[in-house]
């Protein structure tokens, strides 16, 4: 009942928070990224998906789920030469729960004004988190939360300012069950550069997914809804066949107030080897996002690679 209590209180405020901004009037874009093939792959509806420590920033409260020793690394060539990085790693901590680090580091193109004589302008954003989450009730449930401190680089201006992601998880009854997330991400001081200052992208997310297995295949079908302090409101889902457990599909979508709808695909690979431990457990996964379909966009393609071990 406190807990229940503490996060209506939370939810009770958020409607103030997220009516004191409009559209494009946060700054600290990095935190509106969201990582990982598999999550990219599923239209980005990771709020209510456990599997790997890409969906962390999420909802921390999924880190429970991955319950060992595991390392995450992923690439993303992304749209108009912007390269995102994100590595994460776990370790379980007994009957107190489970940790991860990680980082997350972006870079954007050069912003070159060809008619100063001034050098170009390079642009970067990097996040350093730790994430604790443990098991919560019963049923599957878990809690969560992240502290991370990030760093926005325009040139020689740099500005930094701390943050904090809390996350719930709970799942349903039955053979088959729905699992549920809700998230409060990115609840912080506003970031400056100079003097100038911008709020953080303040978003809250809810999810469900639901998995049903057919020995050795299963279906994993995933669905979110969000609203940033932008007045942003984002529809997502996906969804992922595993074939003979080794060979993953996945497909998803996703539509935006201020995006429109966008669509992605991807596959992935799973298998065992003792090469990191006794029988680690391998995840090689990719998503295509089609972007070219929408007008000054491109297509883009994310790597990811996941073990547990």
């Known amino acids: 009942m406190r807990r229940g209590a503490a996060w209506a209180a939370v939810l009770a405020l958020l409607p103030g928070v997220l009516r004191a901004s409009g559209a494009g009037t946060t700054g600290a874009g990095l935190l509106k990224v969201q990582v990982g093939s598999r999550e990219l792959a599923m239209g980005s509806a990771g709020t209510a998906l456990p599997g790997d420590l890409s969906v962390l920033l999420a909802n921390p409260a999924l880190l ?48 070159n004004n060809e008619d100063a004589i ?18 919560m009730g019963g049923l599957g449930g878990a809690g969560g939360f992240t502290i991370k401190v990030f760093n926005s680089s325009l040139g020689e201006i740099r500005a930094t300012s701390a943050a904090v992601d ?17 998230s409060i991400v990115n609840l912080g001081n506003p970031i400056k550069h100079v003097e100038a200052g911008e709020p ?87 998503a295509f996002m089609p972007f070219a379909v929408l007008d000054s966009f491109e297509s883009t393609n994310c790597f990811s690679v996941f073990v547990k071990f």
């Open 118 to 135: 001034d050098a170009p302008v390079a642009v970067s954003d990097g996040a350093i988190m730790m994430t604790f989450a443990r098991r």
């Open 166 to 182: 809390i996350g719930m998880l709970s799942q349903g009854t039955g053979r088959f069950p729905v699992r549920y997330g809700l």
């Open 64 to 111: 429970a789920p991955v319950a060992s020793r595991s390392l995450m690394l992923m690439h993303w060539p992304g749209v108009a030469e912007t390269r995102t990085e994100y590595a994460a790693y776990s370790v379980p901590l007994g009957s107190l729960g489970i940790w991860a680090g990680s980082v997350l580091f972006r870079t954007l193109p050069d912003i």
């Open 200 to 286: 953080l992208p303040i978003t809250v997310r809810g999810g469900l997914s639901w998995t049903r297995g057919w020995y050795p295949h299963n279906l994993t079908l995933a669905a979110d809804a969000s609203l940033t302090a932008e007045q942003n409101t984002r529809l997502a889902a996906g969804a992922e066949w595993i074939q003979a457990g080794h060979l993953a599909l996945r497909a998803g979508g996703a539509y935006s107030r201020y995006g429109g709808t966008t669509f992605s695909l991807g596959a992935g690979w799973q298998f065992r080897s003792t090469l990191l431990g006794p029988e680690a457990e391998y995840h090689l996964d990719y």
